[in-house]
Structure formats: C-alpha cells, structure tokens
C-alpha cells in the first residue's frame, strides 16, 4: 500500500488544494487514491495530525490505523500543514506507518512573500492575538522554512516542490500538484479555489492596530468581514530593505540543506528574486554581505 503524505508548508496554497482535493474525493477514488478527510468540519487531516499532539483528546494510532483500514488497497493521501507543527510527533506518526511506502510532499515559497502572507494570516486570526508589526522580530514566519521542515529533512523519502507558478504543471497548484501524485488531470472540478484569502497590506496592518486594543472575538470577526468590503491598493511593498536581504540571505543558507530534496527540474533561482525595494544588483551584493557575515567568527571565537 502506498502512502502520500502532503505536509504543507503553511501559506503555500495549502487550504486551497485541500478543498479542490476534497471536492474531487470521488474522482481520486476512482483512480485509486484515497482522501476522506477525518472531520467533515475540515477539508484536510488537522484533526488527525492534532491526535498526535500532547494531551490530545483522541488516540493518534488507533486514529490513523481507522484512516488504513478505511483506504484498503487504495494508495492513501493525508494532507495537513499541522505536520509541520513542532508540537507533532511525526517520529510515533510515522512509526505507525512502517511497512508502507510512504511519499512526502511540500511546497517552498519565496522568503519574503511567505513572511507577509503569514503576517496576514496571523493578524486576521483572533486566537493569535498578533500586534507586532511585519518588520519587527520575531517575523511571522521563518522566511527559510528551514525551522518547520527540519525534521522532515532528515526523512529520505521528501520531496519539495517550488510554489511558483512558471513551475507548476498545467500553470495551477491543482494540476501540478495531481501530476506528482501521478494522476492525470482530466475531468477534475477546477471552477472554485475556496482559499484562506487575504486582506491588502494597508487593510491588514489597520487591522494590526486594532488588535492592540484588545478587541473582542465577536469584535475583531466583524472588523476583519467589514475590512473584506473595502477596496484597497497592495500600497508600497512593505518588507523594508534591510529585511529583503535578510531573507534572501537565510534562504540562501538553506538551499544547500534542500536541495538533494528537490523534485526534478526544480529551478531554484525564483527562491533568490529580488523584490520592488531591492534591485538585482543590490540584492546580489547584499546577499553576499549577509552570508559572509553570517559565516565570520565573532570577536570571541577569534580570541
């Protein structure tokens, strides 16, 4: 039996594909692949990653050998971006798996736009209760992905895939996406993406404000469906300089770690695009800066 685990990462079209994987369940039944996710509330297997969670509810084994015995013969496809989640125990998780072919699959983004894509997300959701604004450290996300694939990278059977368009099969996330999976595209339902949608920047970082008021939940889900009504402009990019080169920087550092994961053909100089507030040449030379400079000895180590 084979087994196909999607891990995400997080902010790489992850909820879209989960919906267009769910809609189209009966149509990878047929063509032997089997998605049924483990909560009707969910278009993805959040709920079976968090059973493998400390002082989870459910059992995260008996869950997953239920989730195996439902998929018979059929090959298995289990997508959550939770399994990213360092809370995780992938190490049970995948104990539970032995004896199966098992295939991972995760998308890498761009440095900087995965970090104002997360900024966006965690300002919109109340729970995070996010007030720092994008520039300021600690980032919403690692621009490098490194922290949350860490130790899926040390798993041989990883594939990474680049989240960019120029790459994917067919130019969409759906079809690339089948295409690894090693299902053909045709007959499938591609007319809705139902994505975690995000606000402009402006709308977002209004947003940000708010939230150091404290608002209420109630409070903060009205502003953020009124904030949904207003039309906006994107505004002037909004990564300063300094943290464009920082990203690029640590992405850089980060390639030599996934490379011998990347799928075949994968072209990875769109990791290193420079972005409106860094010309070509200024991100080259601040690039080379940064990793030198991250590579020298402190004052300590030279004594």
């Not at 953020?224 to 990564?239: C, D, F, H, M, Q």
Request: proline share 7%; with cysteine.
């Amino acid at each position: 039996m084979r087994i196909i685990l999607h891990i995400g990462v997080h902010k790489t079209g992850t909820t879209a594909l989960q919906s267009f994987l769910h809609r189209n369940a009966a149509l990878l039944a047929d063509r032997g692949i089997f998605y049924k996710p483990t909560s009707s509330a969910w278009p993805n297997h959040n709920p079976l990653a968090a059973a493998f969670m400390p002082d989870a509810e459910d059992n995260g084994p008996d869950r997953l050998a239920k989730t195996l015995d439902e998929a018979g013969e059929r090959t298995l496809l289990i997508s959550s971006e939770m399994l990213c989640e360092p809370s995780v125990d992938i190490d049970l998780f995948l104990s539970c798996l032995k004896g199966y072919d098992v295939r991972i699959i995760a998308y890498i983004r761009h440095p900087c736009d995965i970090v104002i894509s997360a900024f966006n997300e965690v300002v919109r959701h109340y729970n995070a209760r996010w007030t720092r604004p994008l520039n300021e450290r600690p980032f919403a996300y690692d621009p490098s992905q490194i922290d949350v694939l860490r130790r899926w990278l040390k798993v041989s059977n990883l594939t990474l895939a680049p989240y960019d368009s120029a790459q994917w099969v067919g130019g969409s996330i759906f079809s690339d996406f089948l295409a690894m999976i090693g299902i053909a595209g045709d007959g499938f339902d591609y007319s809705q993406t139902d994505g975690n949608e995000s606000l402009p920047y402006p709308l977002v970082e209004a947003l940000r404000l708010v939230n150091t008021a404290n608002p209420s939940a109630e409070q903060h889900c009205a502003l953020v469906e009124t904030l949904r009504t207003i039309k906006s402009e994107a505004g002037e990019y909004p990564l300063t300089q300094t943290n464009v080169k920082l990203f690029l920087a640590q992405m850089h550092q980060a390639l030599p770690i996934y490379r011998p994961h990347f799928r075949p053909g994968f072209q990875e100089d769109f990791l290193l695009q420079a972005r409106p507030f860094l010309p070509k040449s200024t991100a080259d030379n601040g690039l080379k800066g940064l990793v030198l400079a991250s590579q020298r000895p402190s004052r300590a180590e030279a004594d």
